[in-house]
């Protein structure tokens, strides 16, 4: 290390980040104390001070974060006050590019009520890129200016107003990404971002929250716990999913999703004019992922209606993988649906198909559903058949398991039993 240039020896310590790792460095000698400031990046583990004496996290984080002369990324998982996180970026708020920070003020409605929250103390940070925020209380709209680089806004584990989180979003008008992750709290939800590329949005709680976003730019979203949803720019949409485990699917509305080519529907019961317009809309789409168990519009849970295969199949010609469970394939497993299919008919560019079946009912149409599958899938490569928790005293399940297997056993190179 002696022989080594000054300017290698701070291009290398900058490459630390752990703030045990740092301050054991200073004791190492004068020249490695004297190289520190030069770092670019600090991390606070969540256990760093568990067995601290003497002076407070507060007081030494602010003692490391202003020995350094140009601090880009701060990440801190310890506890902090809302004081100690004003003292750290006074000194270094105009610098920091990346700042995660692990709130843990979800239960405290006292904190949140004095001046200045944490949430406030953020508006130092002027120039941040990326904003990470684990464990926020959002209930009153926090005392931001705009921040015009931030590109990235993640906030995971929250409890959020809605005027809270408007107000927010407004103070970043130029996102790219936005993550909303095991978030309750929320009814309505507006999202206008010009710039935003890619959203995922998980919000808890009884899956009745309404969403709309408003971006010509997105491409990716991801969407859990929502029972209405509007999007009416999608000219650039590629990834589109949508679930709700808690609740009921009553309202989608998308513009056209002409390029689009992944779609992922997942929940216990959505309204079938939501599953319907999805999947007409979605006709170009390459990947489909469908595992909606039942339909109807109120409380009672109805089986999908019958949906003719060649039509289904027609209107999806760009279809390569298709993933289906539930109630829509036993919807494609109509006798009606395979009766008359020309013999000009294929399905062009299916490679992979996932059925995973839980039942032995209907284990005629099923058999045949498969088979057609496989016989109009000219460019098919790999089907998996995926027997779930099929439970049953009668026979029928053990003779509709030995058709599947004598199936598998007639296409052994492309068909596998899970």
Known sequence: MDDLPEALVQYIVSYMNNAKDVAFSNCVSKRWKDSM???????????????????????????????????????????????????????????????????????????????????????????????????????????????????????????????????????????????????????????????????????????????????????????????????????????????????????????????????????VQWCWDAVSKILKLASEVKYLYMKVEFTGDFEALLPFPETDFVEFFSNHQKLQKFDIHGAMFAALCQKNSLRHIDSSFVIPCLEEVTVTIRSPLNAEQKMSTLESLVKYGKNLKKMTIKILQMKSNHSSADDFFEEICRFRYMNHKIISIE
């Not at 670019?40 to 350094?68: A, E, W």
């Open 37 to 267: 400031p030069y770092l670019k990046s600090l991390y606070f583990p969540r256990n760093i001070f568990d067995n601290l004496t003497g002076d407070t996290p507060d007081c030494i984080i602010r003692q490391m974060v202003s020995s350094i002369c140009r601090l880009e990324t701060l990440v801190v998982y310890c506890p902090f006050t809302s004081v100690g996180l004003a003292s750290w970026l006074s000194v270094q708020g105009s610098f920091l590019r990346n700042l995660e920070l692990r709130m843990d003020n979800l239960g405290d409605h006292q904190a949140c009520t004095k001046s200045p929250s944490k949430l406030d103390c953020l508006r130092a940070a002027s120039n941040v890129e990326s904003l990470r925020l684990w464990g926020v209380l959002m209930i009153h709209p926090p005392n931001w200016d705009y921040f015009l680089k931030l590109r990235n806004l993640e906030i995971v584990g929250a409890k959020l107003e809605d005027p809270a989180l408007a107000h927010a979003l407004k103070a970043c008008p130029n996102l790219t990404h936005l993550s909303l992750l095991g978030c309750e709290g929320l009814r309505s939800v507006p999202i206008e971002l010009p710039q935003l590329q890619q959203c995922k949005l998980d919000f808890c709680g009884l899956g009745d929250c309404s969403l709309s976003v408003t971006s010509p730019t997105l491409e990716s979203l991801q969407v859990q716990g929502c029972g209405w949803l509007q999007v009416p720019e999608t000219k650039c949409l590629r990834t589109l999913s949508i679930a709700n485990n808690s609740g009921r699917v009553y309202m989608v509305d998308f513009g056209k999703l002409s390029a689009l080519e992944s779609l992922s529907i997942r929940g």
